[in-house]
């Protein structure tokens, strides 16, 4: 009896134990940031900006540049990203920045240089710029790459450095035009949302004008957001001459609002409007839109395929200082697209005119006709009675006449 016991004991331990690990490896695996494979964005190239300087800037150097291109050179270009492809396994973010110009060690000129990724933390108390950044900087009085992390402050004008790695190595090679780039997103405590913008900066001297170039790119949002669009019929019957309506709805899966702009095809024979072409998405929400279909009298009779597409993008901006950004998503879901079949039927016959009088007219056309063949009906009874009376009655007449003689 005390072996079977012990027996029931081991094995309801054994079993809680089990339990409590496999919690606790669920919820290691459903706490971490979204993991996702590569994504590939585009930035416009030669598109820099130049920061306001500050007073140290402006006391130091009389001259400083307004126009990036006082900046460039024929033999010299700065750094611009052209394109970004980022992945993630939900704990390390790594990102390639690929650039306009094959990257070299800096030039004698070169007072600093960064590429960088920010990071703006889904927050309930959103402050509209950048939280956090992960960069490798050139300095050029020690001559080295240093990796650093840092935090910024509500304004994304000032931050605190986290962790710095000095003389750095490893993330370029010399005459390819790519930069790679990581952040540890535990140091972020793994966040489920954030948006990732990616930064190439170079500060340098150029006959005497102080040049301070920055290249940003838009902000891109983890995870990529959803969007179902959809039509109350995927299959439209119409005859020549007739005007259908039907309803197109757009669902946002997003935690950001956005705007969608709808295009369609026309096709011969056909005339397809949709109202609104433009339209506001709520977060986590439904839009609708009307598609107004008119089959023109020579439309020929066979089956038409009509394609609507829909580009969406967020409608938020983002700071990072004081450079304001706008949203883009990756360019697989830039563009939904949703197949309309229209069937054109032989045209409308005398019956088909009638019927389509009665639907439209509904109850009170009906009851209209109803009345008019009772009182028709009942007209018609009373005349035939009535000569029926009349022929009686000239008959009775006609008989007192003769009985009389």
Known sequence: MKNIIRFILLYSFTLIAFLIVHAYEQHEVFAGSPSFPIQQVFDDQLDWNIPDPNSTERNIFPEIAEDPFDCVTDLYVPSDITSVSYSSDGKYLNATLWLYSPLEDPAYNIISREYAIQIDVASVYESGSA???????????????????????IYADDWRYIKSIPNYTGFFQKGKNYVTLYFDLQSMNLPDQYKLIFVAQD???????????????????????KYNISVTQNSLFIKPGQEKTIELKIESEANFPSVSNLYWNQTKGLEMQITPSELSLPPKGITTSLIHIKALENATVAPYTLSISSSIYPNETLYSGFTELKGNLPHEILKRNTALTVVVEEPLGILDYVNNV???????????????????????SGWIINKIRHKIKRKNEQKKEDNAI
Request: glycine share 8%.
């Open 131 to 153: 939280d956090y950044a992960s960069a490798v900087s050139w300095n050029n009085n020690t001559s080295s790459w240093t990796k650093e992390l840092y935090e910024y402050n």
């Open 203 to 225: 500060t340098f001297v150029k006959d005497g004008i102080y040049c301070k170039l920055l290249d940003i790119t838009d902000f891109f949002p983890v995870p990529a957001p």
């Open 358 to 380: 009665l639907s439209t007219w509904g109850a009170p056309v009906r009851e209209f006709f109803a009345i008019v063949t009772t009182i028709g009906g009942a007209g018609v």
